[in-house]
């Protein structure tokens, strides 16, 4: 559901990264980028209307109001949603994948 929403939404370069055995804070790990500060709270918004239509409470929300770098906690899953020159600093899907394993594109 995250995926699909954030792919309805025109997010970009979506990456699915599994947690399981890395972390006890999530399962599972969402990163992928807006096109400027006004999409990425854009994507932030819609997919925390989701979460809450589908879950019955409101996801955890970091960065909102920068619209940077914004972090959902969405229980088993965190999401990050970068502007594109914000991920390339700090690469933060390199930090959580398996030495010399590719990321998991979702689309």
């Not at 947690?19 to 990425?40: N, P, Y």
Request: aromatic share 4%.
């Amino acid at each position: 559901m995250i995926r699909t929403t954030l792919d309805a939404e025109k997010a970009e370069d979506i990456v699915q990264i599994d947690l399981r055995g890395k972390s006890a804070v999530a399962d599972h790990m969402i990163v992928c980028s807006g096109r400027s500060t006004r999409q990425v709270t854009a994507l932030a918004e819609k997919l925390s209307e989701k979460l809450k239509d589908r879950l019955g409470r409101s996801a955890r929300t970091e960065g909102k109001s920068q619209g940077d770098w914004v972090l959902l906690d969405a229980g088993d899953v965190i999401v990050h949603i970068f502007r594109p020159e914000v991920r390339d600093f700090y690469q933060l899907e390199k930090m959580w994948q398996d030495p010399g394993a590719e990321a998991v594109r979702a689309n």
